[in-house]
């Protein structure tokens, strides 16, 4: 998310292999940063950009939840199929929103294929792009996740007839990480306690963090980049001005 202006801007930064970074670089969720970035003209969302790993510094943290939600207070809600729809129809429509849960139907899981060679390629090139920064870092492997999830859910949309939200949010790789001595049974368990138990309890005003993909033809297909998950009585205690 972009602060540096009025409101909150939907912004994409991207090569960031982050958990390769040298220790003083390394930031967490809600971290504060300054850096200079580029407009990446490859991708054709107006969003992306691509960070100067040379330029990073980190400015705050934002801790607790009160100060996350005064810092996105004034970002606009929209659902998945408001966003697919007007990806279908515009090229240059949002490529990212925060998205509304009218239903939740559950997480399904299925075993990670692995990357194809083209993904492969990616993030090859993704580590490739950090190293021109002059970071002279030696990535570790990397490894994919052993399972994939995704949520089953309505969307705020009036007519919504159901979505498939693969998550995508590197938390629930480092989770997998964490946990990868578990069987396959442990391991949904402690991510349905995570991305259901937790991020959907009572007392929370639960969101996604949508995304699309650059590709043309997916363009109006939207994932789960992350789950914002704010208490309710944070939301409530907002002033209104």
Known sequence: MRLDGDAPQWIRLYPIPFRHLETDLQFKKYDVIELEIRRRY????????SPDWSSVRRVDHFD????????????PLTNTCELSAAAKSDHAAPSLGLGGVADLTGLTFEPHRGWNEKQRAILSRALEEVDLFGSGLTPKKLEPPRLVATYRYRCTGPTCPGHRGQILDWELTALQQRYRASTDGELKRVIEQKFLGEMFASGRDT???????ENPVKRDKFSVLGV??????????????
Do not use: T
């Open 64 to 75: 607790p939840w009160e100060r996350r939600v005064d810092a996105l207070r004034d970002l």
């Open 207 to 213: 969101h996604f963090f949508m995304g699309n993909f």
């Open 228 to 241: 914002w998950y704010p208490r309710l009585r944070d939301v409530e205690s907002l002033p209104l001005f």
């Open 42 to 49: 490859e991708d054709s969302r107006s969003e992306s950009y």
